[in-house]
């Protein structure tokens, strides 16, 4: 059994910054990729970022110079600092990860967290 946990989500003024962090527990024996997923009222669900197990990232265009994503092998953990925070950019945040199980190490297996607020908002 598998958790991810999100946290560091919250209310702030435009221009702000908050760091999320999610963390992944449970029968994991490797993780390859993690990610950061939002979605708003009324709109689909969208990448945000994502990092590989060797550290190469990916960013949506509108958070790209804005977004950083980071990731702590050892602890199983994915952070997203996120600068100069937009009244568009509130959602809520979901992480993902991509793993292998102890226990079922042939094939992939992808997990969700179970989100976290931020609002942006004078």
């Known amino acids: 059994q598998v958790q991810l946990v999100e946290s560091g989500g919250g209310l702030v003024q435009p221009g702000g910054s908050l760091r999320l962090s999610c963390t992944a527990s449970g029968s994991i024996r490797s993780i390859n990729s993690m990610g950061w997923f939002r979605q708003a009222p009324g709109k689909e669900r969208e990448l945000v970022a994502a990092i590989t197990s060797g550290g190469t990232t990916n960013y949506q265009d509108s958070v790209k110079g804005r977004f950083t994503i980071s990731r702590d092998n050892a602890k199983n953990t994915v952070y997203l600092q996120m600068n100069s925070l937009k009244p568009e950019d509130t959602a809520v945040y979901c992480c993902?990860?991509?793993?292998?199980?102890?226990?079922?190490?042939?094939?992939?297996?992808?997990?969700w967290g179970q989100g976290t607020q931020v609002t942006v908002s004078s």
């Open positions: 993902n990860a991509n793993m292998f199980l102890v226990l079922d190490y042939f094939r992939p297996h992808t997990y």
